[in-house]
Structures are given as C-alpha cells and as structure tokens.
C-alpha cells in the first residue's frame, strides 16, 4: 500500500515559471525523500529532508517539511525543458522501505 | 559499473512463462530492493536484501514470486508462471550502508515486463 499522495496529479507549466507539489502521508516518519523518474527511466534521488528539518535547498529545489500536518511540498523554480518528469515523495518508516505516492507529472513547456 | 544496472531492460513473455530479471548493484553496495511499479503509478516495495541475506520479502504479491542474491552481489528476481497482473516495470535499487535509513538509494532503470 502506499503512504504517499501527490497533488496535483499532472502540471503543466511554461519555461521559467516555478512548480510546486505537495506529498501528504498518514503515519510517522523518519525521513522523506523526493524522487525524479523521466518517461521510461529509472528513479533518481533529489533530496532527504528528515523529520526534524523544517526546510532544505538543493539548487533549484526547495523542500519544505510540516510534521504536523504530515506533508510536504518540493518547490522547483525557474523551470526548465529538462525537469519534464514525474516527481515522487517517499517516505521512509522503518529501517529500509520506502513508500511511494503515485506521482505529481510536472510538463514544462518551451 | 557507475551506477546499478539491471537487465533485460525490456521482456515480452507470454502468460504462464517464467521469466527471470536480473539486478547488478553498485559494487560493494551492501543494500539491494526490489520494487515493483504499475503503469502510472508509485513504485511498490517488493523484497530487501542485506548481503546475501533476505531479510524482507513481505512484498512479494505471491508464492510465484522469488528473489536471491547468494554471493551479496548479483540479485535475480524469477517470477515463475506469468500472468497478465504482473505486466510491470521491476526496479533494483542499492545503498551503500546497511538497512538505507537516511543513506541514499541508487535505481536501476528498470525491467519492463510485459506478459501477452
């Protein structure tokens, strides 16, 4: 079963513009993770934030983290062609697994 | 390799054959999963490895299904049997440290199944 809900599903945004989506999740957690899958491609890892951090940047991404709410959001600005993607929040329970939401489809228009 | 490497990235078989996937690490990685991803939706957790020990299949949708790693290197993933359900992309993932928690988790690109 999976943990993780995106929202939206699918966005469509043009080349400069920022992008958000939002992960929310039902239980404790220890950490959370966002992933990027392009069409036909393995998953790569973007950023951890655990779940005593309140906000973390890497680049052009910004995760922010509310345990309270048990969600999170992963902001990606000045978009690019290339961050075309599907975007996936997991969260990471126990030692090892990782539950995954079904994905936010980020289309970034030229 | 550089990074985990898993083949055949594409598998067509017809229903009630066995197919096995196999998984390459990245070297020296003592983590390695298996995860299983619908069409359009998130991965799901299949089984973990930690070396050669199978410490987690609770995943694994059913008996048809199994997964090895007898060196602590390699992982072959057999599904025995096909059927049409199991149509789906197979992901290897791998971590350097023991139990993932906090270390990062490599992917694999993926074996495509597709079962006609």
């Known amino acids: 079963s999976q943990q993780g809900e995106e929202d939206p599903q699918a966005l469509s945004i043009q080349e400069g513009e920022n992008a958000t989506m939002n992960c929310s999740y039902k239980t404790s957690i220890n950490n959370l993770q966002w992933y990027r899958q392009n069409s036909g491609r393995g998953l790569v890892h973007l950023i951890l934030i655990r779940s005593n951090e309140r906000e973390k940047h890497s680049g052009r991404l910004r995760v922010t983290l509310d345990t309270s709410k048990k969600s999170s959001s992963l902001l990606i600005t000045a978009s690019r062609a290339a961050d075309t993607a599907s975007y996936f929040c997991?969260?990471?329970?126990?030692?090892?697994?990782?539950?995954f939401g079904a994905g936010t489809t980020v289309t970034v228009r030229a | 390799g550089a990074g985990v490497s898993q083949s055949p990235r594409y598998k067509v078989a017809k229903r009630g054959q066995d197919v096995a996937l196999r998984c390459d690490p990245i070297?020296?990685?003592?983590?390695l999963f298996w995860y299983q991803q619908a069409l359009g939706q998130g991965p799901e957790f299949l089984t973990y490895f930690q070396n050669e020990a199978q410490l987690d299949k609770s995943g694994l949708p059913s008996d048809r299904f199994f997964a090895e790693r007898p060196e602590g290197s390699v992982s072959t993933l057999k599904i025995q049997r096909t059927q049409q359900e199991d149509s789906a992309v197979y992901l290897c993932?791998?971590?350097?440290?023991?139990?993932?928690?906090?270390?990062?988790?490599?992917f694999g690109e993926g074996s495509w199944l597709t079962v006609v």
């Open positions: 993932a791998s971590s350097l440290g023991a139990r993932g928690t906090g270390n990062t988790i490599y």
């Open positions: 997991a969260t990471e329970m126990g030692d090892y697994k990782l539950s």
């Open positions: 070297s020296g990685h003592v983590s």
